[in-house]
């Protein structure tokens, strides 16, 4: 709970930037503004949160510097995943890292309580503060340093991202086809309820951990008339035949 | 629902042949058997299952032939998403195809009635007699030829086993630095129910979409030391640049 009244900036309108407006609107004794430029910024913020591309976060910083009343000492803190907390150490000003390991999509709901928020800061003050603010709507506030955090970046590349990808190019396949992604739903439920019950690489399944010469083999030509297919099913099954030696 | 009793043999004793048995164990006037050698089988058999690997397959279709009584024109079918109703053609007796697209593993429970079944027979009456004893455990048994099923089989490496193992290799990475997995478990719940209740293509997120070179170096250079992990890092990101030009 926040005990005085704070206001919050979020810089950055992209898809954390909005997500984490709406995370922190209605909070008790919280004010949040989502500015659209760094003039708009009133100087009475006492935490400012910079949700922007990891390429643009060095140059907001340093043009933050002029925007912000030192004599506030308000946290500036950023969002992402895989930049250190240093890049805000030139601030004259109480510093930390806010960060949401999650998957922002503008238009799609989501349940804040279910985001793992990972936190650090330029001093325990700080990560105190932080750690209230994420507590507003996470249920899972860790503390993560810089090198944690990143390390967490990337497993989340290949847990959520790469993921993603790989169902899309099976939605790309079974359209090219004439066929329903949604044929898939049933599969991908269970192969996602038995990655979460288990490890993974323990109920592995399929052709490539069987070393089917001959399923492989069929599959691939018939993908030879899409390279990128081809390309990544045979990246992937021999990726699985190394991790499981026949 | 079976009206007259039915003896069901299922030939094959590894994850799908276990699961099978499972499925199809108690329900009304059907009768499983799950047979270690060809020469178990009594001839009084109605229903011959083959669920074999597909290298195998072709080998115990023919080796088949010597077992079963003709006269009592039981119909084999084979459990496999990619081999052909053709394989079992030779047999002087109906066949088909009976294929549950699903990831088994043997110690995994299974919800059978969200198994999505494709069905196939050598003519109606045994496509309608194994949509019966599909349906017996499934709420999703579909009629599919054999170049639907060996695409369907395709769509279905990639949403499952492909995505299982970029899972592992996620997990593979957190565990080398000291990292829980369970640690992704949110972030994965969400990522399959938006990919879910979307087209993964239109959700896609990260780095790569974003062509955010300095964070895939950063991370291409903390993979430097993991082979495995580095290449598919860079194929799985040039794939998505690709499939959304900046």
């Known amino acids: 709970m926040?005990?005085?009244?704070?206001?919050?900036?979020?810089?950055?309108?992209?898809?954390?930037?909005?997500?984490l407006s709406r995370a922190l609107s209605g909070k008790a004794n919280v004010t949040v503004v989502n500015p659209h430029t760094l003039a708009?910024?009133?100087?009475?913020?006492?935490?400012?949160?910079?949700?922007?591309?990891?390429?643009a976060l060095p140059e907001i910083a340093e043009k933050l510097a002029s925007h912000i009343d030192i004599?506030?000492?308000?946290?500036?803190?950023?969002?992402?995943?895989?930049?250190?907390?240093?890049?805000?150490?030139?601030?004259?000003t109480p510093y930390g890292v806010f960060y949401p390991m999650q998957t922002f999509?503008?238009?799609?709901e989501l349940n804040y309580a279910e985001i793992p928020m990972f936190i650090e800061g330029s001093d325990s003050g700080v990560s105190d503060m932080l750690m209230t603010l994420a507590g507003l709507?996470?249920?899972?506030?860790?503390?993560?340093?810089?090198?944690?955090?990143?390390?967490?970046?990337?497993?989340?590349?290949?847990?959520?991202?790469?993921v993603n990808h790989v169902w899309a190019l099976s939605e790309k396949w079974l359209t090219e086809n004439g066929l329903e992604f949604d044929m898939m739903h049933?599969?991908?439920?269970?192969?996602?309820?038995?990655?979460?019950?288990?490890?993974?690489?323990e109920v592995q399944t399929g052709p490539a951990?069987?070393?089917?010469?001959?399923?492989i083999q069929s599959h691939l030509s018939m993908l030879e008339s899409d390279a990128q297919l081809?390309?990544?099913?045979?990246?992937?099954?021999?990726?699985i035949e190394n991790s499981y030696p026949e």
């Open 2 to 19: 926040i005990t005085d009244k704070k206001n919050v900036a979020i810089i950055g309108r992209g898809n954390v930037g909005a997500h």
């Open 40 to 55: 708009e910024l009133t100087g009475t913020e006492d935490i400012i949160l910079i949700s922007v591309s990891d390429t």
């Open 71 to 92: 004599d506030n000492k308000p946290i500036v803190a950023h969002t992402s995943g895989t930049t250190p907390l240093d890049v805000l150490s030139k601030l004259d």
């Open 105 to 108: 999509s503008k238009d799609v």
């Open 137 to 162: 709507f996470s249920n899972h506030v860790h503390y993560a340093d810089s090198e944690k955090r990143r390390k967490l970046h990337v497993g989340s590349v290949f847990a959520c991202n790469f």
């Open 186 to 201: 049933a599969l991908i439920r269970e192969t996602t309820r038995k990655a979460l019950a288990n490890s993974p690489h």
């Open 209 to 215: 951990i069987r070393h089917d010469a001959p399923t």
């Open 230 to 239: 081809h390309d990544i099913y045979k990246t992937l099954t021999a990726s």
